[in-house]
């Protein structure tokens, strides 16, 4: 019994081995076919071959020197091939070398590593093979300053974030300079997310992914967008532009919810997700009844690309808000108690919800986990009010005020849910 405990793992791993190593020479396989290329070095069974062989020598030597004598040699077997290649075919192309290395590294990960590893590694390789349309587009499209914006948004995650002290910023604020600051990368990161998807990887958006996308980014932003368009276009157009407005809310709840989540604060998350869900159902379900009823045949279209979300300037406002709303919600409560919290949320939802809403959570403003769901509650749907009203004087068509109105009814929804179930 014993030894076959002890063989158990060693066939785990052979089979992980010569499986991975398999699947990814049949996208290899593919991959060359594809680009009507003769298979050259590293056809399926090679490569199948090759990532046993390398599982072999880590199993029979435990020092990794057969290891290590089979990579010099399986490295200048390739360097003979790369020559060969080099000279005959002026094909100074890697791809095929680092395939081969890449099989050859299988089992050592699934004999030392843990289950998921070489799972998520073949998954990569496979990715990396099988999206080269995908990649090449979104290579050709990465703007030279991108890369810049995005060693700024690391500098705010991987430096900044950990200098920051986690202590209180004034001791009538039970918030730390540290809460303030990660809160501002995962927004920053959510709405960077949705941001690549937008310009790089969906340019030419139709109206209805312009509302998904941009209400992860922000329903508020994606709602005047939407609501401009609607001037100028026919009338199944803007009721198309309608389906898009009520999409773009069905978002913002997801967002927040997520952004409840990541931060932590799962007992509001799980006490906040029944009315959430039923106005992220509510207003899918009339959104898919209004886009049944919509006949028209849309070609996509190139849309300006959303401002960045990892400027410098985006991440202070943000802080600045967080430290401004967490000071202003404990002088309503003090002196007003819950009654001003909501009214003061009410107010908030005219503005940007999100730092007030994180900054209540996290500032704990000795008021019941009760008044806090409903201070979320109002603000969203006050936040949708706002929205209604864009809707309607940005647009100013008829076809889009049964989603208004409907944008208005949500607010209503969260007011009697709020009567029903949480007074």
């Known amino acids: 019994m014993g030894s076959i405990n002890s063989l158990s793992p060693l066939l785990v791993a052979f089979l992980e081995t010569s499986i991975f190593g398999f699947l990814i020479g049949l996208e290899w396989h593919s991959y060359r076919r594809a680009a009507n290329k003769d298979l050259g070095f590293g056809t399926t069974r090679t490569l199948t071959l090759l990532s046993i062989l390398g599982y072999g020598l880590a199993v029979i030597d435990t020092s990794f020197i057969a290891y290590g004598v089979g990579l010099l ?74 890369a810049l914006t995005l060693v700024k948004f690391f500098l705010m995650a991987g430096v900044i974030l950990p200098l920051l ?3 209180q910023i004034a001791g009538f604020i039970d918030v730390t300079w540290h809460q303030v600051w990660f809160a501002v990368i995962v927004v920053s990161a959510i709405s960077y997310l949705s941001y690549l998807a937008q310009t790089y990887f969906f340019p030419e958006r139709g109206v209805l992914l312009t509302g998904i996308l941009g209400g992860m980014y922000s329903s508020t932003a994606a709602t005047v967008v939407l609501g401009r368009r609607a001037q100028k276009q026919p009338e199944p157009q803007t009721r198309l532009i309608g389906v898009a407005v009520l999409l773009a809310t069905t978002m913002m709840y ?6 409840i989540v990541v931060l932590g604060h799962s007992q509001t998350a799980t006490h906040i997700a029944a009315p959430f869900a039923l106005l992220i159902l509510s207003t899918a379900a ?4 209004q886009f049944r009823r919509v006949k028209v045949a849309t070609a996509p279209q190139t849309e300006a690309p959303p401002s960045h979300p990892l400027e410098f300037s985006t ?48 500032g704990k403003f000795h008021v019941s986990e009760n008044a806090l769901e409903i201070a979320i509650l109002i603000a969203s749907g006050s936040n949708n009010l706002l929205k209604a009203g864009y809707t309607v004087a940005l647009s100013r068509n008829p076809a889009l005020f049964g989603s208004a109105a409907w944008l208005a009814a949500t607010f209503l929804l969260s007011l009697g849910y709020i009567a029903l179930f949480l007074r």
Do not use: N, Q
């Open 286 to 289: 009339l959104a898919w009844w």
């Open 165 to 167: 002290p986690d202590r």
């Open 73 to 146: 040699v399986l490295g200048a077997l390739l360097s003979l091939a790369y020559w060969y290649r080099l000279t005959r075919d002026k094909d100074d192309r890697l791809l095929s070398t680092l395939i081969a290395l890449v099989v050859y590294l299988l089992g050592p990960l699934s004999l030392h590593g843990p289950l998921w590893l070489p799972i998520v590694f073949m998954i990569v390789v496979l990715l990396l093979l099988g999206e080269k349309p995908g990649i090449r587009r979104f290579s050709d499209a990465f703007r030279h300053d991108e």
């Open 315 to 362: 991440a202070l406002l943000f802080a600045f808000l967080f430290v401004f709303f967490a000071t202003l919600t404990h002088f309503v409560v003090t002196d007003y108690g819950v009654s001003g919290l909501h009214v003061l949320s009410f107010m908030v939802g005219f503005t940007d919800i999100d730092p007030f809403i994180l900054s209540l959570l996290d």
């Open 254 to 259: 997801l967002r927040l919810w997520v952004l």
